[in-house]
Every structure is written in C-alpha cells, then in structure tokens.
DNA sequence: AACCAGATTATAATTATTATCGTTTTATAA
DNA sequence: TTATAAAACGATAATAATTATAATCTGGTT
C-alpha cells in the first residue's frame, strides 16, 4: 500500500472513529511510514521539529498511542518502561499483556516445536530468539466486562 | 535443572569470572529461579526487603545486569526504557541490538514462511505474535574489535 | 590477619513518560 | 462564512524508572 494510501486510509479512520484529523496527526504518521529505523517519539520530534517549531514532544506521545488504537501504527515493545526478566532459559514462548503488563508463559508442544533458522548474519551476532504474544490477558478482559 | 544445581553454576561462574558471589546476589537470583512471574527489579526488592532490611533497590538492578551477563538469567524486553514504534504492520522479523538498541528488519524467507499457530487462549485475547532476534549489530559489532 | 577489587548502601541526578490546564483547531451545521 | 462544541495542542510540571556517585563494607586470596 503506497504513502497518499495510507493517509487517506487514516483520514478514514478518523472519520470513522469522530476524531478529528490535524495537521500534527498527519506529520507524525508521515515521519514513520518514511522511516527505516523504528523510531522512538523523541526522535520523531526531532525530525518535525525545524518545520513545526511549535510541535510538542507530548502531541507526539499522544499521537503515537492513537494512531497504535486505530491499528495503523505498531508499539515494539508493550513492556517499555519497565525492567523484566526470567530466571528460566528453556526455549518457551511468552504472552504479554498490553494492558496489565503482566507476563505469561505459553504452554503450548505445537508452538515449541517451532524451528526457527537463524538469519542471515550480516555482520551482525544473534544471540536470542524468541516467539512473543501480545494482547489481554484473562484478567483484564474480565474487568473491561464490568464495565 | 534443579534449585541447587543453579546456585552451584552460579557460584562456578563467578569464580570463572572473577567476581565476588555475595549474600545479595544469591538471594536476588533465588528470588528470580522462584518465580513465575517474571518480575522487575522493584517486585524483587520488595520481597526481599523484609529478610534483608538494608538492600538497595540499585543492589538489585545490578545484580541482574549482572546475572544477565553471566547468561543465567534472561531480560526479556531489551528495549525497555525506549518507546519504539513500526509504521510497517505486514508481517516481518526484527532484530534488536543490545547494545545501541538499534531495531533492525530481518529479511528472509525463510522465517517469513513460518506459520505459527495461535496458542490456546484461555480467556486471553491474542492481538498479535512476533518473532524478535535480539543480539550485537554490525556497527557495535566492529567498535568492539577497535578495542 | 591483611589486602584489594569489586560490591553494597544511601541518596542524588537523570531520563522517559504522563498529567495538567489554558489556548487553539477541527468538524459540523446553521 | 461563522458559530459552536469536542477534542487536540503546546508549555510545562509531575511522576516514575533507572543510573550515577561517593563513602563504606565484603569476599576471596595471599
């Protein structure tokens, strides 16, 4: 899907969800469809920066996490800002809860069972793979019932 | 492997590696081998704190900086304290640098041929799956050997 | 027992992210 | 157009996670 595409595909959406559309939405998604290297906000921001000098770093955290509600854009990394680590090596698959944090282990022979063949090298060294689920766990869907 | 046998390799490597194996260090790494949770280093001061009043919260995030080096312990989200976001949502690999964080694409067929079943959902939601290589990039790759 | 590298503690500093709040835009309809 | 209400924006303050610092203290070795 081309770049003029995915704007009006986000214009849609907006349309479709009743938020409005502005100037800095469109500037932050445009920097990230151009950009190769998973940006962070602040990198972002400084990419905007020198042509919109009055942009926020705030309406680019704020943006980003919209456009991530209307699917159009990937977080990497649902564990940001928060430290985790596992005591068990055994090659096994996790589940993060995008909502609570919380780390699951998945259980599951089938997936396990998955060969995953090392990349190309390139120059680089692997030292880690590993299979990551993402979404919401038992608890947190119960409570969104609640409501 | 069982309890022991772990805190025995942990006390072998540290006599490889030339460190001191300390009170602290045993008991964060017990705490971690205990768990199911996968904590962070606050969940682990915390329930430590009340047996060994004096600990420090940075004892704590050293030691698993620490453990993690001596590959003993896993850190499951090595972009932790970086947002990062993808405008890219076909489906694809990525390789992450420990150290420079650095995210790059991994283009290969091979592991983009993969079929990975959902697993059981167990009142969960699954949103989404990755598969995530971390490792050394290139460039840090080759400003280790100018050392 | 004495030494020393490295670890620990307490705390300060830093950094990333989120919240607040007055002002400005956007979308819609008269 | 212009009026209007809802939502976003921008500036900055607040919060929270992590790292750095400096003064002791310890584990392991001689």
New interface residues.
């Given amino acids: 899907m081309d770049f003029l595409t995915r704007i009006e595909e986000l214009r849609e959406l907006c349309r479709e969800e009743g938020i409005p559309l502005t100037q800095q939405r469109i500037e932050i ?1 445009k920097v ?2 151009a ?7 602040e990198i ?1 921001y400084r990419k905007l920066k020198s042509d919109f000098p009055t942009l926020s770093l705030a309406t680019v ?1 704020n943006n ?1 996490e919209v ?2 509600r209307l ?7 649902p ?11 055994s090659s096994h ?3 993060v ?2 909502k609570c944090k ?7 022979e ?2 396990d069972s ?1 060969q ?5 090298e ?17 608890k947190c ?2 409570e969104k019932q609640e409501e």
């Fill in positions: 998604y990230l469809l950009s190769r290297e998973h940006p962070s906000p972002i955290y980003l456009l991530s699917g159009i854009v990937r977080k990497l990394n564990l940001s800002d928060h430290a985790r680590y596992d005591g068990d090596l698959t996790h589940f809860c995008v919380a780390v699951e282990d998945i259980e599951s089938k997936i998955i995953i063949p090392d990349p190309p390139n120059g680089r060294k692997i030292l880690g793979k590993t299979i990551q689920f993402v979404g919401i766990c038992e869907q119960n």
